[in-house]
C-alpha cells in the first residue's frame, strides 16, 4: 500500500543562494568564441563530445595560459552552455566571421 506523504505547510524554502553561471563579460569573450568554435567544429566533424570539449579547453587556455585545465575546463563548459542556450542558431549554424575569431583574417 502506497504511503502518502503530507506536505508540510510551514515548511520553507531553503536560504541556499543559487549559484548561476557566469556570462560572458569582456574579458571573457574572447575565450569562449574560440572555445565555443573549437566545439562546434570537431561535433561538426564527427567527433565525440570529450574530443570536442578537450578542443574547447585547448581553446580558452590559447586566451588565457596561465589557467589550469580545471579552471579552462570550466570556462569551456560555461560558455558552450550559454551559447547554446542563448544563441543555439549561432553555435549550430555558424558565426559569420568564424575566421576572424581564429586570428586568420586578412
Known amino acids: 500500500m502506497r504511503e502518502k506523504v503530507k506536505k508540510d505547510r510551514n515548511c520553507k524554502r531553503s536560504s541556499m543562494p543559487v549559484e548561476r ?4 563579460d569582456e574579458d571573457r569573450k574572447p575565450a569562449w568564441r ?17 574530443e570536442a570539449h578537450e578542443a574547447a579547453v585547448a581553446a580558452v587556455l ?3 595560459p596561465t589557467r589550469n585545465q ?3 575546463g570550466a570556462e569551456a ?3 558552450i552552455a550559454y551559447a547554446t542556450k542563448y544563441h543555439s542558431d549561432w553555435f549550430w549554424k555558424g558565426a559569420l566571421q568564424i ?7 586578412h
Not at 43 to 50: K, L, T, V, W, Y
Not at 99 to 105: I, P, S, Y
Open 21 to 24: 553561471p557566469p556570462i560572458p
Open 34 to 50: 574560440r572555445a565555443c568554435l573549437a566545439y562546434r567544429e570537431i561535433r561538426q566533424a564527427g567527433g565525440s563530445d570529450q
Open 62 to 64: 590559447s586566451v588565457w
Open 70 to 72: 580545471k579552471e579552462a
Open 77 to 79: 563548459v560555461n560558455a
Open 99 to 105: 575566421r576572424k575569431w581564429r586570428g586568420t583574417a
